[in-house]
């Protein structure tokens, strides 16, 4: 008989402190009038984004065979009930991303996302330093914020903005140790930004990176650089101890606009010879209908745990990484 090995990748006793910090983040959220939501991990439509792999199978609906596609993260649903007002809303939403293997990385993971209609951007970064702080229990003191220009000026003495494509897969390639020859703009700066700039970040205390790239917007906004007028995208990074914890945006909500995005998502997708993912036509129509003036937040909690437990991979505090589910 084949033998398995059927054990946990967490111990029992680390379980039992998980469920104890994520009874905190709940109680962070309930002082705060936030609330508590379950959406779907499937949806008609997936992640377009260029540098998410979403995963997708084949079902039997009312409406016969149909494609569903496993959420990367809960933003489309979260932001349909934002749409139909709900208020400020948060969840602990089992998300998918395929290829995301590592010591910070797992197939299946727990997304902390969080919506506050009315809040701006610097409101809702004070308060998932807060967040993080209750969590850690610790006292962080206020985040300091870096902008994304000026961390590649002062640590690999270029301007992301306006650096030759040449020069910036020469570095890439440099650091990565690889072929950078035909790798995208944003492909060497995601890889210098992950190589050379993120190990750096939070190691006196929480760092936030703000103006990134107008191409990473996503599905946030965008505004002028007050430096030069260069469209950068109005969303955040937060990182502790090198570690990259939360994501937020100052949240789209121009259907027409998300749209575009979409489609020209989709086109890169197949310059890259990626497969085309589906687009979310029933966020597009909340978007139409009118999606409040938000920010929203996603944090990832297993990273989060595997810092405040001490654990050097997020596998030591998932009840089952996906090497031995």
């Not at 709940?26 to 379950?38: I, M, N, P, Q």
């Not at 970064?125 to 969590?135: C, G, P, S, Y």
């Not at 870096?146 to 306006?162: E, K, V």
């Not at 497969?275 to 979310?280: F, N, S, T, Y």
């Amino acid at each position: 008989m084949q033998e398995f090995d059927w054990q946990p990748t967490a111990d029992i006793g680390t379980l039992r402190k998980r469920a104890r910090l994520l009874a905190r983040v709940r109680a962070f959220f309930a002082d705060r009038g936030v609330l508590e939501v379950e959406t779907p991990v499937l949806g008609h439509g997936g992640s377009t984004d260029v540098h998410l792999a979403s995963l997708s199978c084949q079902v039997i609906t009312s409406a016969g065979r149909e494609r569903l596609w496993l959420q990367t993260s809960p933003e489309a649903h979260m932001k349909r009930l934002l749409a139909a007002g709900s208020g400020p809303i948060f969840q602990l939403a089992r998300s998918f991303r395929d290829g995301e293997v590592g010591r910070r990385h797992n197939l299946e993971f727990t997304m902390l996302e969080w919506y506050r209609p009315g809040m701006a951007l610097d409101a809702l970064i004070e308060e998932t330093t807060d967040l993080v702080a209750a969590v850690l229990e610790r006292n962080l003191g206020p985040a300091r914020r870096l902008r994304y220009r000026a961390l590649f000026r002062d640590l690999l003495a270029i301007d992301p903005f306006t650096v030759e494509l040449s020069e910036l897969r020469r570095l890439a390639g440099e650091w990565g140790n690889l072929d950078a020859s035909a790798l995208s703009r944003d492909a060497c700066l995601d890889l210098l930004m992950g190589l050379v700039i993120e190990p750096q970040l939070g190691r006196e205390g929480i760092e936030v990176v703000v103006d990134y790239p107008a191409s990473h917007a996503a599905l946030a906004r965008r505004h002028r650089d007050p430096e030069d007028g260069e469209w950068v995208a109005s969303r955040f990074e937060l990182y502790l101890e090198g570690l990259e914890l939360a994501n937020g945006y100052d949240e789209l909500t121009d259907a027409e606009e998300q749209a575009a995005r979409l489609t020209a998502d989709n086109a890169a997708r197949r310059h890259a010879g990626l497969p085309e993912v589906d687009v979310d036509h029933r966020l597009l129509a909340a978007l139409a209908h009118g999606l409040p003036e938000s920010s929203g937040v996603a944090l990832g909690i297993d990273r989060l745990i595997q810092l405040a437990l001490g654990k050097s991979s997020v596998a030591e505090v998932m009840a089952f990484a996906t090497t031995r589910c």
